[in-house]
């Protein structure tokens, strides 16, 4: 895999395939947080950690085990 996308930031080595990538990886350095939950305010650096959490709201559990049917 060509990985052309460098992290600018002073000692860190990372590369990433698509430059998407390298801008979720950036907030890391920066602590950006720009997804925010609309119920408590919390901030996210990544929509699908916002989405975990707001879950945490609602309740809902849309994962099921296959053997048990115990849902989480």
Known sequence: HERPHACPA???DRRFSRSDE???HLRIHTGHKPFQCRICMRSFSR???LTTHIRTHTGEKP???EFCG???
């Open 47 to 49: 929509s699908d950690h």
């Open 70 to 72: 115990r849902k989480f």
């Open 63 to 65: 994962f099921a085990c």
């Open 22 to 24: 390298l801008t979720r």
């Open 10 to 12: 002073e000692g860190c």
